[in-house]
């Protein structure tokens, strides 16, 4: 029998002690923190605000900046879901290297990651040389933006779908097989709706993770102003130029988007449980 | 030591777990708190050994106000899933609470481990000290759980569906085993449980439970031969229910539903009417369970489902075939007024 | 899962034919070789494509000695702060119900959504000359901004959850009842955490801090920002592999780059042995 214990009759002890040390130390490394990014951003006046956030160069970072994410995520959607398949699901040569190794973009440092898919993927590079005659140039171009993202993104599908596959009870597709559904049908009527809510839920993570990264796109991106500048670059170069008023412009928006993102991959975390027992 | 609960209510948000109860262990019985799932006797439980506290009444031992703190309070606790400590052997979880006393207090390592020997000794698992928890039979398990609650030297012992978590035969043995070891020990002990053949085979007492209040408490021949109430009497066995129809001439106020209840070794079964309002009843099954066999019965009047046992010896000399007619009368018929549905 | 995998091979309702099977593994290796192993490949290669003496000369260089002292200073600061916090924020979380905790969660995941820029920017209003508190800071001749301390502080940020939000499931699904048993045989409180709740978390711990510690030292863009770039003095190694790709000193970049090449293997090494415990935790309890 379980029992909810409500909060004022405990038995274990120590709960004020530790939640107050909790919001403490959240309140002067988080909260205080980034609260004065607000502070900072309410003293700028509204005009100048919009002039910043809309200038074309920012309008520009903006696209770029999401629209590279989200080409990465759907990327990362389809190949991380594939991924995360064949690693449950069939047995083949490597596959606990592979499995392990999936974690790397998590382990490796961003900047390492920026300088090495930078040489790679550059014109003599050893991707990029095969990938040049084909008239594909991926770095220093919006591509080897989304190269960046996919690489930093590419855990969270897989390693959110992964553990929904793995639990996914074989009776279900047995039993589907027994009703007459054919292997195709199975895979679309009854593993996909299953594994659905997982892979939207890793694709806004990848996103959300592409959006803000810096380190990884770099060194790969060219960074030319209006053609291949991220907004995290964008605030970097304003903070350079003592442009404080600009930088911090640009991150509350950012940061904003980054809220509703955080919002939304909480409700889809919900959503995607609603089954669960 | 002797436990009295004295006017205990709890309630978690809306849902009362417990109203106004009160009840008293008289020092040294092993009592039993019997109820289906969700009648508030493990929550009981958890307010007697202050894991929980009541939101009024108290709990006294001996007399007086038993200890707010849990650790003051010296309760042995056994969990209904044990709650051993994974990481540690047998022997480390027995010594635990040996081992986490103030320094002063401490028994000597040498004190210690002669102290878990004998009661390894006593659960009867003195071969298996270097075990994990992980490496043991549920039955072990609950040993374990035991000694490590005894280790402590409690006032009182307090098990929560002690046997819950164990298979049939290990169940029947280990609680033969438990009231051996208890007219050992002699420590005044409390258990939950929602089997009736457990409360009725172990305890001295039981206290019967239903919807956060106590229905009755009597010793096990009490409470099973004169139940207070519709709910302890299906609660204790099978029972069937004779619905008093209104009819003329007979007494019975027809305002109240009154239903009357006998178990089913409380049935005359016979193949001639014996003209005492006996019941008509077709026999649907005949079930020969050793010692006794079951009739499962059919009322010809209302198709109603009965059920008669009678002694292997009365069976062989009238021999009942499924099909006949016979006729049921009740010899202990118990009525109760209020409508009750089981 | 290796156990799922030899179960399922046996019955043929559950699987495809073998060759859309070895299609599918094919497109996934292609996939993960494109992104992860040439990548990671090309990182040793770069590094010793002058040779092991070049390898050598470029770690012994004075900054980056310099660097990788400032790493080690600053993830031994975080990380144990982080793994404090950790601690005492499962412990309140874990073990007992209040309102808002949901919302508590959510703001405790809250630095892992935030772009790294945007973690060093606060502190640089925080602490910067036009900060709040920037020209307090001056005239005591404090400095935190373009400093160590502000590295440490955007650092400590932007690993902020890792063993939190490890720990807090963990010791929610272990429930409560072990520690109520600890007490009930007298222990107190302090007795009960360290000899009851951290023994059976201890993996959880350990899982937290390898990968606290891996984002601490390579933390770059927060870093960056407020950093202030000052060779030997305020550069941590990922900021000086920056420093030497930019100024073409590709084999020296990617030397250094190899160090931290070698961390993420190592964490990864950590993490899948970790996993394995508790997976054997898990199945024997």
Redesign the interface.
Same mark, same amino acid.
């Given at each position: 029998m379980s029992i &909810?214990?409500?909060?004022h009759n405990?038995? *274990?002890?120590?709960?004020g002690l530790?939640?107050g040390? &909790?919001?403490f130390?959240?309140s002067v490394?988080?909260?205080?923190?980034?609260s004065? *990014?607000f502070f900072?951003t309410a003293t700028l006046s509204w005009g100048d605000f919009v002039a910043t956030v809309i200038s074309p160069r920012v309008i520009a970072s903006f696209r770029l900046t999401f629209g590279a994410a989200i080409a990465a995520a759907v990327a990362n959607a389809v +190949?991380g879901t594939?991924?995360a398949?064949?690693?449950?699901?069939?047995? +083949?040569p490597?596959k606990k290297l592979?499995d392990?190794?999936?974690?790397?973009?998590?382990?490796? !440092? &961003?900047?390492?990651?920026?300088? &090495? *898919?930078a040489?790679?993927y550059s014109s003599n590079?050893?991707?990029g040389k095969y990938l040049e005659p084909l008239g594909i140039k991926v770095a220093f171009t919006p591509l080897g933006i989304t190269?960046a993202m996919? +690489?930093i993104g590419?855990p969270f599908v897989v390693r959110t779908v992964q553990p929904v596959l793995?639990e996914l009870e !074989?009776e279900l597709?047995?039993a589907a097989?027994c009703l007459g559904a054919n292997?195709w049908q199975t895979i679309r009527r009854v593993l996909l709706p299953s594994i659905t809510p997982a892979v939207i839920t890793g694709f806004a993570l990848a996103f959300?993770r592409g959006?803000?990264?810096?380190?990884s796109i770099i060194?790969i991106a060219g960074n030319m102003p209006m053609k291949s500048e991220i907004t995290? *670059?964008l605030?970097?170069t304003k903070?350079e130029q003592?442009d404080?008023a600009g930088?911090?412009a640009i991150?509350s928006v950012?940061?904003v988007i980054?809220?509703v993102?955080?919002l939304v991959?909480?409700i889809l975390q919900k959503w995607s449980r609603r089954y669960a027992a | 030591m002797s436990i009295e609960v004295s006017g205990v209510s709890k309630q978690f948000g809306a849902f009362t777990a417990l109203q106004d109860i009160s009840l008293t262990v008289p020092s040294g019985e092993l009592v039993a708190l019997l109820g289906p799932s969700g009648c508030g006797k493990t929550t009981l439980l958890r307010i007697i050994?202050?894991?929980e506290s009541p939101d009024r009444g108290e709990i006294l031992f001996n007399g007086e106000n038993a200890h707010d703190d849990?650790?003051e309070?010296?309760?042995?606790?056994v969990?209904q899933?044990y709650?051993?400590?994974?990481?540690?052997t047998v022997f480390d979880n027995v010594a635990?609470?040996l081992t986490?006393?103030p320094r002063k207090e401490r028994p000597s390592k040498g004190a210690i481990r002669e102290r878990v020997h004998e009661l390894l000794k006593l659960i009867q698992l003195e071969g298996i000290a270097d075990r994990?928890?992980?490496q043991l039979s549920g039955g072990q398990r609950q040993r374990v759980a035991l000694a490590?609650?005894l280790?402590?030297e409690p006032k009182v012992l307090l098990l929560d569906e002690p046997f819950g978590a164990l298979d049939a035969k290990v169940r029947i043995e280990l609680r033969r085993w438990l009231r051996r070891l208890h007219d050992e020990i002699h420590v005044t002990s409390v258990f939950v449980t929602h089997d009736q053949e457990e409360a009725l085979e172990v305890a001295d007492r039981i206290v019967v439970m239903n919807k956060g209040k106590v229905e009755q408490q009597g010793t096990p021949d009490e409470v099973y031969s004169r139940p207070a109430s519709p709910f302890v009497y299906s609660f204790l066995g099978t029972v069937n229910m004779f619905h008093a129809r209104p009819q003329a001439g007979q007494t019975a106020s027809t305002e109240h539903h009154s239903v009357g209840y006998a178990r089913p070794h409380e049935i005359d079964v016979s193949r001639q009417d014996p003209g005492n309002g006996a019941i008509a009843v077709t026999v649907s099954r005949v079930l020969p369970l050793g010692a006794i066999v079951r009739l499962e019965l059919a009322r010809v009047d209302t198709g109603g489902l009965m059920e008669a046992e009678i002694p292997r010896e009365k069976h062989e000399e009238l021999w009942f075939t499924t099909g006949e007619q016979v006729y049921v009368s009740p010899k202990n018929l118990v009525v109760f007024v209020e409508d009750y549905q089981i | 899962?290796q156990h799922?995998?030899? =179960?399922?091979?046996g019955?043929n309702?559950?699987?495809?034919p073998a060759p859309v099977?070895w299609l599918?593994?094919a497109? %996934?290796?292609l996939?993960?070789t494109?992104? /992860?192993?040439?990548?990671?490949a090309?990182?040793f290669s770069?590094a010793f494509s002058k040779g092991w003496e070049t390898y050598l000369a470029a770690l012994r260089e004075p900054d980056t000695w310099s660097a990788i002292k400032l790493t080690v200073l600053v993830a031994a600061i975080s990380v144990p702060l982080n793994l404090v916090?950790g601690l005492?924020?499962s412990?309140?979380?874990a073990?007992? =119900?209040?309102?808002g905790k949901s919302l $508590?969660l #959510? /703001?405790?995941?809250?630095?892992f959504?935030?772009?790294?820029?945007?973690s060093g $920017?606060?502190?640089?209003?925080?602490f910067?000359l036009?900060?709040?508190l920037g020209p307090w800071l001056q005239d005591h001749d404090l400095k935190i901004v373009f400093a160590a301390p502000g590295i440490i502080?955007a650092t400590?940020?932007v690993t902020?959850p890792f063993v939190a939000r490890e720990l807090i499931p963990l010791m929610e699904s272990q429930g409560?009842?072990?520690?109520? %048993? =600890?007490? #009930?045989?007298?222990?107190?409180?302090l007795?009960?955490?360290f000899?009851?709740t951290l023994?059976?978390v201890k993996w959880g711990v350990l899982y937290g801090v390898i /990968?606290c510690n =891996?984002r601490a030292?390579?933390?770059?863009?927060a870093v960056?920002?407020v950093s202030g770039h000052i060779r030997g003095m305020t550069n941590t190694?990922?900021?000086q592999?920056?420093i030497l790709?930019n100024e073409y000193n590709?084999a020296a970049?990617?030397a250094v %780059?190899s160090l931290? %090449?070698l961390?993420? /293997?190592v #964490? $990864?090494?950590v993490?899948?042995w970790v996993e394995f415990r508790m997976k054997r935790?898990e199945i024997?309890?």
């Open positions: &909810t214990k409500s909060a405990r038995v *274990l002890p120590g709960f530790t939640l040390y &909790t919001i130390y959240l490394i988080v909260l205080i923190p980034l004065a *990014l900072k +190949f594939l991924v398949w064949v690693l449950v699901r069939y047995r +083949f490597g592979a392990a190794l999936v974690d790397l973009p998590f382990a490796l !440092p &961003t900047a390492v990651a920026g300088i &090495t *898919l040489t790679v590079g050893w991707l190269v996919v +690489f590419l793995e !074989p597709e047995e097989a292997r959300a959006v803000g990264e810096y380190g060194f995290p *670059l605030i970097i903070l003592y404080y930088a911090t991150a950012m940061l980054s809220f993102m955080l991959i909480n | 050994a202050g894991l849990v650790r309070r010296q309760v042995g606790f969990f899933h709650a051993l400590f994974r990481h540690m635990f609470g986490v006393r994990y928890p992980a490590r609650a280790a402590v | 899962m799922n995998s030899s =179960a399922r091979s019955n309702t559950n699987t495809e099977r599918l593994v497109t %996934a290796m996939f993960l494109l992104f /992860l192993f040439v990548p990671l090309a990182v770069e916090f005492v924020a412990w309140a979380i073990k007992f =119900a209040f309102p $508590l #959510t /703001l405790i995941d809250l630095p959504s935030v772009s790294p820029v945007i $920017l606060i502190y640089v209003l925080l910067g036009q900060g709040w502080l400590i940020f902020f409560r009842e072990e520690e109520e %048993a =600890a007490l #009930t045989l007298g222990a107190s409180g007795q009960t955490f000899l009851v023994p059976n /990968l =891996a030292m390579g933390e770059f863009g960056s920002v190694v990922p900021l592999v920056e790709y590709y970049a990617f %780059a931290l %090449a961390l993420a /293997l #964490t $990864l090494v993490k899948s935790q024997q309890s």
